[in-house]
T-cell receptor, first 116, second 115 residues
Framework: KAGVTQTPRYLIKTRGQQVTLSCSPISGHRSVSWYQQTPGQGLQFLFEYFSETQRNKGNFPGRFSGRQFSNSRSEMNVSTLELGDSALYLC???????????????FGPGTRLTVL | AQSVAQPEDQVNVAEGNPLTVKCTYSVSGNPYLFWYVQYPNRGLQFLLKYITGDNLVKGSYGFEAEFNKSQTSFHLKKPSALVSDSALYFCAVRRGSGGYNKLIFGAGTRLAVHP
């Protein structure tokens, strides 16, 4: 099976702009989660989508949003970009069968966002 | 609140020697524990997990981890380190119920294996 794919791999934006990142999960996986990785804050959970519904959310401002499509692909959007949004954004997918408590999350290569 | 601590920023090991990367956790209820590895400019690769059962969990690339409930620890180990094991290692915890797929990660430990 193909792994989790994320596009684009690299992005450069300026403050105030908005950006959309895309994630395609492993075939058959129904849950998609997003994480932000920065040198200062480490890996932080943004949100999780399952069956097109957000079922878990981290502690990020409303500028960060996401959605999931019927084919389980997911996008996340960041509006009004700030310098501090520069980070590696990681997407992870999991099967999420029977509640998914024992699931393993498989990560994509990430999108490196630089805000100038 | 859930949390994970990786007390060592960096671990240095000679090739062929055993390695240990430490992790302690705090979570209400039963913990689900994970180890991931990250190579430069790459995402996270899954190594192993503890859900229930045997306290010694075996994973990919010869790694194993020991779950110790009384010490709330989940240390990663390998009997003989390789130079190619040099990478950033993350321990993560998820609450056993209601936490869905929200992983809480430690700060990471950089493993350097010297020839």
């Amino acid at each position: 099976k193909a792994g989790v794919t994320q596009t684009p791999r690299y992005l450069i934006k300026t403050r105030g702009q908005q950006v959309t990142l895309s994630c395609s999960p492993i075939s058959g996986h129904r849950s998609v989660s997003w994480y932000q990785q920065t040198p200062g804050q480490g890996l932080q959970f943004l949100f999780e989508y399952f069956s097109e519904t957000q079922r878990n959310k981290g502690n990020f401002p409303g500028r960060f949003s996401g959605r999931q499509f019927s084919n389980s692909r997911s996008e996340m959007n960041v509006s009004t970009l700030e310098l501090g949004d520069s980070a590696l954004y990681l997407c992870a997918s999991s099967p999420s069968l029977a509640g998914g408590f024992a699931d393993t999350q498989y990560f994509g290569p990430g999108t490196r966002l630089t805000v100038l | 609140a859930q949390s994970v601590a990786q007390p060592e920023d960096q671990v240095n090991v000679a090739e062929g020697n055993p390695l240990t990367v430490k992790c302690t956790y705090s979570v209400s209820g039963n913990p689900y524990l994970f180890w991931y590895v990250q190579y430069p400019n790459r995402g996270l690769q899954f190594l192993l997990k503890y859900i229930t059962g045997d306290n010694l969990v075996k994973g990919s690339y010869g790694f194993e981890a020991e779950f110790n409930k009384s010490q709330t620890s989940f240390h990663l180990k390998k009997p003989s380190a390789l130079v190619s094991d040099s990478a950033l290692y993350f321990c993560a915890v998820r609450r056993g119920s209601g936490g869905y797929n929200k992983l809480i990660f430690g700060a990471g430990t950089r493993l350097a294996v010297h020839p």
